[in-house]
Each structure stands twice: as structure tokens, then as C-alpha cells.
């Protein structure tokens, strides 16, 4: 039985959904690092990042180049940065949509409403 296609895209990106998975693709945006560059930028332990960078070529989102001893990690296609670009254009509209909010709220806050009192005769 096939899955559907809103489960595939479900589990797609649940797959994404790790800081560390998300760390690394943004990394790997500019073209293949080695392992050692990695876990230099992400400071996590080796086995960690491990886990994480098997998680993303068994999805096929990354490809490993081994060169001698060292072994590279890149994008497996164009389409993952244009997902990280377009993610980060999103986020960046709804956090301005809510500073907007947060401005009228402080507005709000520091322009209080006169309540009118009762003068006593």
C-alpha cells in the first residue's frame, strides 16, 4: 500500500524537525565540509552528530565524499537550501508580524485612557 502523499511530506519533515539536522544543512549550503568542520561549528559530541548526519543521508538530503581520511558532507541537491531559504524568509515575516504586534501593545501600554472621575458636591 502506498503511502500518501501528506504522510510522505509529514515524515519528510519531521526528519527536518532537529536543531542539530537543521544546523548542519545550513552549513552544508555552501558547498561540501569535512566532519571535523562540523563538529567544530555545531560543538555537539561526535556520536551525536553522527546520529544526526545518518538520519539526513538515509533520507537522502546529504551525500558523504570520503577524500583519504577525511570525509566531506554536501547537499545532496539545490532544493534543500531553497527550502532553508524559504523557511527563513517565513519565519522572517512572521516575526516581524508579531513585533508590529508587540510595538501596538507597548503603544497601547504607555497611552493609558483617562478614567474620569466623580467630582463630589
Known sequence: ??????????????????????????????????????????????????????????????VSVREGSTVRYALAGGDVAELLRAARRILTELLAGQNELLAELRQTDTVRPTVPTSSRS
Do not use: C, T, W
Not at 33 to 55: G, H, K, T, W, Y
Open 1 to 62: 500500500m502506498q503511502v500518501p502523499l501528506y504522510q510522505a511530506k509529514a515524515e519528510f519533515f519531521r526528519m527536518l524537525g532537529h536543531p542539530v539536522r537543521i544546523r548542519v544543512l545550513e552549513l552544508l549550503q555552501n558547498g561540501p565540509v569535512p566532519v571535523r568542520d562540523l563538529l567544530a561549528d555545531i560543538e555537539i559530541e561526535p556520536s551525536s552528530l553522527s546520529q544526526q548526519l545518518a538520519v539526513l543521508r538515509r533520507s537522502g538530503i546529504v
